[in-house]
Nanobody, 124 residues
Framework: QVQLMESGGGSVQAGGSLRLSCAASGYTGSRYCMGWFRQAPGKEREGVATFDSDGDTRYADSVKGRFTISKDNAKNTLYLQMNSLKPEDTAIYYC??????????????????WGQGTQVTVSS
């Protein structure tokens, strides 16, 4: 059973930085797609960034140039470095995984494993 555990959320002023971590365990396959998603109050869950087993990354337009997704394979941990944070980045951030190959896009459908979420609050 795949388990994902996020950490690193918190409160920061606009322009600040945070790094989210997602520790993954319980999978053995070599092909995967992992990503970060977020959900603000009253809004649908949206994709922020994804990282696949080929090392390819994808970003939502709203975070390009500010956020960086990466993975430490030795630690089985996915990261999201968030710089130049804006109040509109405020949301619960979720780590998600799909243990298969194929297109690793930003839509939440198809991701079968989810973490519990971590709150990110950016004040102006």
């Amino acid at each position: 059973q795949v388990q994902l555990m996020e950490s690193g959320g918190g409160s920061v002023q606009a322009g600040g930085s945070l790094r989210l971590s997602c520790a993954a365990s319980g999978y053995t396959g070599s092909r995967y797609c992992m990503g970060w998603f977020r959900q603000a109050p009253g809004k649908e869950r949206e994709g922020v960034a994804t990282f696949d087993s080929d090392g390819d990354t994808r970003y939502a337009d709203s975070v390009k140039g500010r956020f960086t997704i990466s993975k430490d394979n030795a630690k089985n941990t996915l990261y999201l470095q968030m710089n130049s944070l804006k109040p509109e980045d405020t949301a619960i951030y979720y780590c998600a995984a799909r243990i298969s190959g194929g297109y690793c896009g930003l839509r939440p459908e198809g991701f079968g494993y989810w973490g519990q979420g971590t709150q990110v609050t950016v004040s102006s």
